[in-house]
């Protein structure tokens, strides 16, 4: 069985399942019909060259082939412009930069449509059109007919707030930075006049200039941190932001005095610091606009109302009415048409139906429903009407634990920064201190009080770190560009300094050391009275329910229809089993067979083949029913290419590597021989990876754990630095601090040296930032300051911090 | 002296229209999509022969 490659989603598929095509001469294999319809439309549009711009050379389509679409969720966020319609909405499924253009190009190709452009850093689409030459329904049908996946875009109070945020910090860093730019010319020729003498009347018409140039900064501007720092002053706390007012304000108040008896002024400082205070702080705002955009998509797939089976006296009529989701009490029945998003998790008590899981699970073929089955509120039921009984509501919900899951990991802050706040709350007073100091000192000394309150004041003024505000963005910013250049995604800013603090790296097996594509190897047949296929068919008819991938490998292989199976159940890090003809099929490891009653004798006959195949790092599955063995499946896996290069390298870092894996202790150990780890842990659940991790952690160690599937995500979390594979199952990468786009092993190591290295250029930020000014200290107490200095220490440090950060970009 | 002033007024005038300029970019929005000029100037808008514009 040769396999070949689908001409429009790269999938290799076996060759019996081939479309072939003839277009104008040129042949084309695609692997289903959705595919090849997808081909035929953009041919047809004149938009082949989509094949030739794409830049993903990684299989795969978004899984939206003959969906249906429920537009419903779409139409209450249409607005009406002219006459026209428009709407925004999020299409799913975009992956570079070609495709985007094919959503524009195959929606401006729809007469009716007279807008579409689709936003490239959100994928968010802005869709204008004549309602009466087309209907919504089209509109999304089109989008849904070249493969991606439309959804509504609504955004929620919180998330319009940050945005406006983030608009008013580049509309006031702009204005800073418009009126610091204009203050140079001035600042530089007052400078220039210090050295070689100025006329007196134009020296002050320039430092009146200089004046009203900076007053917007200070009072527009700077507004925010006077506000935060006249509500911190009322509770005597410290931060930054009072760091930075009493700096901006005390040289803008001096410059004032000085200007009136004729000295130097320090404008130029009090614009400076605000100015890039305010960069540092946008930097920081986009960063986390764009994290927070994932919550927004988890969260808009919950339907907001379900239809209830209407109850008469505790019995349940079989009427529906349509109830606000917050109604939804526990143990009610509700009732899901097809395409319709399944509102709350529950378990079904009537009807059949495949259901659309892709979104929470990542599983993306349609697992089937049956009565008895456990539905996920958010998944689309597909094809028949399904009844169910809630069994979580409202923060219960597997949604509701994925999203808070996603907040939780971006509200953290880098534990640099608390630090650095914790030393501005120290710093602050500190200087206040030395500045009453200063004046005391001098007036003891019998200096004039004038004077000895401006050497007081200058004190406060070069004491001011501004680059501290740039410090630890600008570095993050830089490292996850670099990061995301690589294909690492990174989730939030405290990555940085964990994974630069991790000891030990735990590996999942399946999926992360090897491909995560098993396939049946061979099939013994133990009870001689049933033929191969037959075996075959029953095992595949019970593995489709299960998600977990060796079982798509057994599904894969079996060429037979399925059988209906009821009462499915999978035993977490054990197996599955299912009714099928009245007998309880149970398919899993030794484990699950010693416990549903097969001999030990007759297992222990089998061992030693078990382990000629382990030994090679297959896995062995058995199938019993009845008490009696039936076949045994052996499963290969292969190992990734890059895996032993990397286990090498990160080994060389000094780092602990362990592999963990819920298979047999044989077949993980040859596995963890064949790419070099020493340290093989096997079956394990779930649950019991956590522990491994909380167990290494309770010993003080740092752990990274890399994973892709869902019996991953409690690990993820656990661990310090959860990374997660990107064709991994979605709720593992919300539970991940990282993903890898690309599913490259080698960006493990990259991604562990370019965050030690962005850490300490993080740390050496922070301390230049304090460095220049601390220094300068003593030269203002001493009553030597210049202008010239105090203004060079500041545009030093600020220029130090920013080519350190950029530093980062020279990590191999 | 009067040059002086002349050129300084010319040069806050000019100052505040770059100002108002960037407040207006910023706020048509000019700044929400970084990511896209750099891919949208690559692509050519050449309709194939034959199909309506649109």
Redo the contacts between chains.
């Keep these: 069985m040769s396999a070949l490659k689908c001409d429009h989603c790269l999938l290799t598929f076996p060759e019996k399942d081939a479309v072939y095509d003839e277009t104008e001469g040129q042949k084309h294999i695609f692997c289903c019909n959705g595919c090849q319809g997808i081909y035929t439309l953009i041919h047809s549009e ?1 938009l082949e060259d989509f094949y030739e711009k794409r830049k993903w050379k990684d299989a795969g389509v978004a899984s939206a082939l003959k969906r249906t679409m429920d537009i419903k969720p779409f139409t209450e966020h249409i607005r009406d412009v002219e006459g026209k319609k428009e709407l925004d909405i999020f299409i799913e499924g975009i992956r570079c ?1 070609s495709c ?2 094919l959503n524009e190009k195959i929606l ?2 729809t007469a009716g449509i ?1 807008y579409a452009r689709v ?4 994928h968010k689409a802005k869709i204008r059109w004549d309602p009466e030459v087309i209907g919504l329904e089209k509109i999304i049908r089109r989008i849904l007919s070249v493969g991606y996946v439309p959804r509504p875009y609504c955004e929620s109070e919180q998330f319009k707030a940050r945005r406006a945020e983030t ?1 008013d910090l ?2 006031r860093f ?2 800073a930075g ?1 009126l610091s730019s ?1 203050l140079m ?1 001035y600042t530089t020729a007052l400078y220039a006049g210090y050295f070689q003498g100025i006329d007196k009347n ?1 020296k002050l ?1 320039f430092e009146v ?1 200089a004046m009203f140039l900076t007053m917007p900064v200070l009072f527009y501007c700077g507004m925010p941190f006077i506000r935060n720092t006249l509500t911190g002053l009322r509770r005597l706390h410290f931060s930054m932001d009072s760091l930075i007012t009493i700096g901006a304000g005390s040289a803008f108040i001096y410059s004032i005095y000085q200007m009136g008896i004729g000295g130097t002024v320090y404008f130029d400082t009090s614009a400076m610091i605000i100015t890039l205070i305010l960069l540092g702080r946008y930097i920081e705002s986009t960063a986390k606009g764009r994290a927070s955009e994932t919550i927004e998509r988890l969260a808009e797939l919950s339907p907001k109302e379900a239809r209830k089976i209407r109850e008469i006296q505790d019995e349940p009529a079989g009427e529906a009415e349509f109830v606000p989701i917050s109604a939804v009490r526990k143990g009610d029945l509700l009732q899901v048409i097809p395409g319709e998003r399944i509102p709350l998790d529950g378990r079904v008590t009537s009807g059949e139906s495949e259901v659309d899981e892709a979104l929470i699970t990542g599983e993306s073929r349609p697992v089937s429903k049956r009565v008895g089955s456990e539905v996920v509120g958010g998944s689309v039921n597909l094809y028949g009407a399904l009844t169910f009984e809630v069994t979580r509501t409202g923060r219960d919900t597997v949604l509701s634990g994925i999203i808070r899951a996603v907040e939780d990991a971006q509200a953290r802050k880098p534990k640099i920064q608390i630090l650095a706040d914790r030393i501005v709350g120290y710093f602050v007073p500190a200087i206040l201190l030395l500045t009453l100091a200063t004046v005391a000192g001098y007036l003891i000394k019998g200096a004039s009080i004038h004077s000895a309150l401006m050497t007081g004041i200058s004190v406060i003024v070069i004491a001011c770190p501004c680059s501290l505000g740039l410090a630890t963005p600008l570095a993050v910013l830089v490292f996850s560009t670099m990061a995301s250049s690589k294909g690492l995604l990174i989730r939030n800013g405290g990555v940085v300094e964990h994974t630069s603090a991790i000891t030990h790296l735990l590996f999942d097996k399946t999926g992360t050391i090897t491909v995560g594509k098993p396939s049946l190897k061979e099939l013994i047949v133990v009870d001689e009275d049933l033929r191969r296929e037959k075996l075959l068919c029953i095992a595949a008819s019970i593995e489709s329910l299960s998600e977990h991938s060796i079982g798509r490998a057994i599904t894969a292989a079996s060429e037979g229809k399925p059988l209906p199976v009821s009462g499915f159940r999978a035993i977490p890090g054990k197996g599955i089993e299912g009714d099928i003809n009245g007998s309880l099929v149970v398919i899993g490891n030794r484990t699950l067979m010693r416990e549903r009653g097969v001999g030990s004798g007759v297992l222990r006959s089998f061992d030693n083949t078990v382990l000629r195949y382990e030994k090679g790092g297959d896995t062995v599955i058995y199938m019993a029913w009845e008490g009696k063995m039936r076949a045994l499946f052996v499963v290969a896996d292969v190992i990734r290419e890059e895996a032993p290069g990397v286990i090498a390298e990160l080994k060389s870092i000094g780092l602990t590597v362990i592999m963990v894996s819920g298979d047999n202790i044989n077949t993980t150990a040859s596995i963890a021989a064949a790419v070099g780890i020493d340290d093989a842990i096997s079956e394990t659940s779930p649950e019991g990876k956590k522990e491994v991790i909380a167990g290494l952690q309770a010993s003080g160690r740092q752990v990274m754990m890399v994973g892709d599937g869902i019996n991953d995500a409690p690990a993820l979390t656990q661990s310090l630095v959860g990374v997660a594979m990107g064709r991994g199952a979605d709720i593992a990468m919300e539970s991940a601090d990282a993903v890898l786009v690309r599913n490259d092993l080698r960006l493990i190591p990259y991604f562990v040296s370019l965050s030690r290295k962005s850490y300490s250029i993080i740390k050496q930020n922070i301390f230049w930032a304090f460095f220049y000014n601390v220094v300068a200290i003593p030269l203002a107490i001493s009553g030597m300051l210049h202008p010239i200095m105090a203004a060079g220490a500041m545009a030093a440090s600020s220029l130090l911090v920013v080519l350190n950060s950029l530093r980062i970009k020279r990590a191999e | 002296m009067w040059t002086l002033i002349l050129l300084i007024v010319l040069s806050l005038i000019l100052g505040l229209g770059a100002w108002l300029f960037f407040m207006w970019s910023a706020r048509s929005g000019q700044y929400d999509d970084p990511e896209g000029p750099k891919y949208r100037m690559l692509d050519d808008d050449d309709e194939p022969l034959g199909k309506k514009k649109k």
């Design positions: 004149g930069s985007v253009w401006l190709r007279e936003n490239y850093a959100t608009r580049l509309v702009g204005t418009f204009q010319i134009l018409l200039i």
